[in-house]
């Protein structure tokens, strides 16, 4: 398996464009997770999906900020307008995992995109 | 919600010496910890990591104990070398099936 699949790796835009992040989550994982990653607030959970669905956004900062999960293989984090503050590293992350039973399974990561908001 | 903690935020240490991490947790329902490393410009990757089931867990050089009791986790590196060089994650569950991620700790292995 190729891990979890992010694109594009690197993102510079202007203030006010919008900016739409893509995630592959490992074939068979139904839990995926977007992060955000600051020097300063370290990672951050933006959004979590459970077998497609959103179980928690409460830590998306905005509502510029948008995330879809239209099926099993496919994730997209929307920033509409995207500002110079959003500049970060956003990680897609997958896992195993059921959300009734509580039951942690092992988190992995995508390479990142590094958004530059200029 | 879950807090972590993790201390020192930096670390340097002699090639070949110990280097130890604690972090601390609020959740006492919180359930499994893992650890991540995070090297420059890289993903995170998980290295380690232990259930409340057990108070020890190890692998090769590394190894993680836990105490429940007082709410804490530590990692433990032994004999470092120069590509331990890294930063650290410790997280614990909480809810369902999240992770809350410490700040991190940069370790620096000095030849």
């Known amino acids: 398996d190729a891990g979890v699949i992010q694109s594009p790796r690197h993102e510079v835009t202007e203030m006010g464009q919008e900016v739409t992040l893509r995630c592959k989550p490992i074939?068979?994982?139904?839990?995926l997770f977007w992060y955000r990653q600051t020097m300063m607030r370290g990672l951050e959970l933006l959004i979590y999906?459970?077998?497609?669905?959103?179980?928690?956004d409460s830590g998306m900062p905005e509502d510029r900020f948008s995330a879809k999960m239209p099926n099993a293989s496919f994730s997209t984090l929307k920033i509409q307008p995207s500002e110079p503050r959003d500049s970060a590293v956003y990680f897609c992350?997958?896992?195993?995992?059921?959300?009734?039973?509580?039951?942690?399974?092992?988190?992995?990561f995508g390479s990142g995109t590094q958004l530059s908001v200029l | 919600g879950e807090n972590v903690e993790q201390h020192p935020s930096t670390l340097s240490v002699q090639e070949g010496d110990s280097a130890v991490i604690k972090c601390t947790y609020s959740?006492?329902?919180?359930?499994?910890f893992p650890w991540y490393k995070q090297e420059l410009g890289k993903r995170p990757q998980l290295i380690i990591d232990i259930r409340s089931n057990v108070g020890e867990k190890k692998d090769q050089r590394i190894a993680v104990t836990l105490n429940k009791t007082a709410k804490h986790f530590s990692l433990h590196i032994t004999e470092t070398q120069p590509e331990d060089s890294a930063v650290y994650f410790c997280?614990?569950?909480?809810?369902?099936?999240?992770?809350?991620f410490g700040k991190g700790n940069q370790v620096v292995v000095i030849p």
């Open positions: 074939s068979g994982h139904n839990s």
């Open positions: 992350a997958s896992s195993w995992g059921d959300s009734l039973a509580g039951d942690n399974e092992k988190l992995f």
């Open positions: 997280a614990a569950s909480y809810g369902n099936n999240r992770l809350a």
């Open positions: 959740d006492s329902a919180s359930n499994y």
């Open positions: 999906f459970n077998n497609n669905v959103p179980i928690d």
